[in-house]
């Protein structure tokens, strides 16, 4: 293939992993307090949404993406300090121009706190925030409390949908009109006598009294609770009691001093080098067939790291070698050959770092509806919208296996894309938990249907 080709799958690659890198499920200790704990869970109880989407974030923010029902996005934001998130907002559309956004981006950051808990399942959370005697609520000839209790009364179920912010101003009041098509306008009026940095600070003391007053303390050691409960059970087991309930990605970014530690705690039967922030795992292969070599690039940050998966794939014809690997492409156009090659560096690299926390960085949030089959003493089929909670629930379980994988020849059948990976989980002790796992891919070039066929090692407790 010509050089122009090797440098656009080299970009195409790259923007890939970037917009799917960062996928985000905060749990109890990532909250710099149970009280804003408390209100996240509030904001989810009030429907299902569909969280499994990229998320972005800085050392500042995060910024997080649901689906409603209908398709329609919402975006929340959460503010970091000190890597704990210390405030939640949901994302309104504007319809003025910001000409000072320092000035203005307070009142913003109120406002969509203000929609953020209007949308909760619990009204004390919009009534902490809204100080009667500072702030002036009207809606339907209603003011202050009144109107609050209304507002509440009569908000759509289960999400309050807005148009765009209109903002008004005269001489000493700043005002925000908000428009719905189910429920009357209602607007957030802020005398410019008070300052809302010190509104918003006076919350932020109340919340966290409130927090220790009343909400329990935030737990911090939940996955060694797990691991006790799952030390006796078999993989069938296991995957019988918590498929419902699998892990959830774990956030690392800033959590890694010292990267060459890490990897030595997890995966102490590998080699690691490194070159330029590039990173290498290698161990021989297994039955000197499939290999359990990773390599990515580290880019460090101020204070946090992010993982890549190395685009090391060399392409001869209609053959891609990454490592040792060589896939075998005969059957696809170079067109096809250039999209399927996007994420193989990344599908195979999460595969072989399941069992380490390596894996929360590699791992593609992907909406693939995937089936699980278990052969134990009995058949068991498990079916979920998203392969990454397998492979969560699998990493949990495969703490201490050394990993192995690798794809074999991808073919195009009956104009349809196909292809199948081997997986192998190998104890300290030799024995294996092994899987085949067949890919399906769409006319979009994306894996759309996943099957995993897993064979536990018999009676072989964790």
Same mark, same amino acid.
């Given at each position: 293939?010509?050089?122009?080709?090797?440098?656009?799958?080299?970009?195409?690659?790259?923007?890939?992993?970037?917009?799917?890198?960062?996928?985000?499920?905060?749990?109890?200790?990532?909250?710099?307090?149970?009280?804003?704990?408390?209100?996240?869970?509030?904001?989810?109880?009030?429907?299902?949404?569909?969280?499994?989407?990229?998320?972005?974030?800085?050392?500042?923010?995060?910024?997080?993406?649901?689906?409603?029902?209908?398709?329609?996005?919402?975006?929340?934001?959460?503010?970091?300090?000190?890597?704990?998130?210390?405030?939640?907002?949901?994302?309104?559309?504007?319809?003025?121009?910001?000409?000072?956004?320092?000035?203005?981006?307070?009142?913003?950051?109120?406002?969509?706190?203000?929609?953020?808990?209007?949308?909760?399942?619990?009204?004390?959370?919009?009534?902490?925030?809204?100080?009667?005697?500072? @702030? /002036?609520?009207?809606? *339907? $000839?209603? +003011?202050?409390?009144?109107?609050? &209790? %209304?507002?509440?009364? #009569?908000?759509?179920?289960?999400?309050?949908?807005?148009?765009?912010?209109?903002?008004?101003?005269?001489?000493?009041?700043?005002?925000?009109?908000?428009?719905?098509?189910?429920?009357?306008?209602?607007?957030?009026?802020?005398?410019?006598?008070?300052?809302?940095?010190?509104?918003?600070?006076?919350?932020?003391?109340?919340?966290?009294?409130?927090?220790?007053?009343?909400?329990?303390? @935030? /737990?911090?050691?939940? *996955? $060694?609770? +797990?691991?006790?409960?799952?030390? &006796? %059970?078999?993989?069938? #087991?296991?995957?019988?009691?918590?498929?419902?309930?699998?892990?959830?990605?774990?956030?690392?970014?800033?959590?890694?001093?010292?990267?060459?530690?890490?990897?030595?705690?997890?995966?102490?039967?590998?080699?690691?080098?490194?070159?330029?922030?590039?990173?290498?795992?290698?161990?021989?292969?297994?039955?000197?067939?499939?290999?359990?070599?990773?390599?990515?690039?580290?880019?460090?940050?101020?204070?946090?790291?992010?993982?890549?998966?190395?685009?090391?794939?060399?392409?001869?014809?209609?053959?891609?070698?990454?490592?040792?690997?060589?896939?075998?492409?005969?059957?696809?156009?170079?067109?096809?050959?250039?999209?399927?090659?996007?994420?193989?560096?990344?599908?195979?690299?999460?595969?072989?770092?399941?069992?380490?926390?390596?894996?929360?960085?590699?791992?593609?949030?992907?909406?693939?509806?995937?089936?699980?089959?278990?052969?134990?003493?009995?058949?068991?089929?498990?079916?979920?919208?998203?392969?990454?909670?397998?492979?969560?629930?699998?990493?949990?379980?495969?703490?201490?296996?050394?990993?192995?994988?690798?794809?074999?020849?991808?073919?195009?059948?009956?104009?349809?894309?196909?292809?199948?990976?081997?997986?192998?989980?190998?104890?300290?002790?030799?024995?294996?938990?092994?899987?085949?796992?067949?890919?399906?891919?769409?006319?979009?070039?994306?894996?759309?249907?996943?099957?995993?066929?897993?064979?536990?090692?018999?009676?072989?407790?964790?």
């Amino acid at each position: 293939m010509s050089n122009k080709f090797n440098k656009l799958l080299i970009m195409t690659i790259f923007v890939f992993i970037t917009i799917k890198l960062y996928g985000f499920e905060p749990k109890a200790s990532d909250f710099i307090n149970s009280y804003q704990y408390e209100l996240y869970r509030s904001w989810l109880e009030s429907e299902k949404l569909d969280g499994d989407l990229p998320a972005g974030f800085t050392s500042e923010k995060i910024v997080r993406s649901f689906l409603y029902k209908n398709g329609r996005e919402i975006n929340v934001e959460y503010d970091w300090e000190n890597w704990k998130i210390s405030s939640q907002r949901e994302i309104v559309p504007f319809l003025f121009y910001i000409d000072d956004e320092q000035q203005i981006n307070s009142y913003i950051n109120f406002i969509e706190s203000f929609i953020y808990r209007l949308n909760c399942n619990d009204k004390m959370f919009i009534t902490d925030l809204v100080d009667h005697n500072k @702030i /002036i609520l009207e809606y *339907k $000839e209603q +003011i202050g409390e009144n109107a609050l &209790d %209304l507002m509440w009364e #009569e908000r759509p179920i289960p999400r309050l949908k807005l148009q765009p912010v209109e903002l008004i101003t005269n001489v000493d009041t700043l005002g925000f009109i908000f428009i719905s098509d189910k429920m009357s306008d209602f607007m957030i009026s802020f005398p410019q006598v008070y300052n809302i940095k010190e509104i918003i600070s006076e919350i932020r003391k109340c919340e966290f009294t409130k927090s220790e007053k009343y909400f329990p303390p @935030i /737990i911090e050691p939940e *996955k $060694e609770e +797990i691991k006790t409960q799952i030390k &006796d %059970l078999t993989l069938a #087991e296991y995957i019988r009691n918590y498929f419902e309930t699998p892990p959830r990605r774990e956030l690392l970014h800033n959590k890694i001093k010292d990267i060459h530690e890490f990897l030595a705690l997890e995966f102490p039967n590998h080699s690691i080098s490194n070159e330029k922030n590039i990173w290498y795992l290698e161990i021989d292969k297994f039955e000197d067939k499939l290999d359990g070599d990773i390599s990515f690039e580290l880019e460090k940050g101020v204070d946090m790291i992010n993982i890549f998966p190395l685009n090391d794939l060399e392409l001869d014809g209609k053959k891609i070698k990454l490592g040792s690997d060589n896939i075998d492409m005969s059957s696809l156009s170079e067109t096809e050959i250039s999209h399927i090659a996007n994420y193989l560096p990344q599908l195979i690299y999460e595969h072989r770092a399941i069992g380490s926390k390596l894996m929360n960085f590699l791992l593609i949030h992907d909406e693939a509806s995937s089936t699980l089959v278990v052969y134990s003493d009995k058949r068991e089929l498990y079916e979920t919208d998203s392969y990454s909670d397998i492979l969560l629930l699998l990493n949990e379980y495969w703490n201490d296996r050394t990993v192995y994988f690798g794809i074999d020849s991808i073919k195009k059948i009956s104009g349809t894309i196909e292809f199948k990976g081997f997986l192998v989980a190998r104890t300290q002790t030799g024995s294996c938990d092994i899987a085949e796992i067949f890919f399906h891919v769409s006319k979009e070039y994306k894996i759309d249907l996943i099957m995993m066929i897993l064979h536990p090692a018999e009676n072989n407790k964790r």
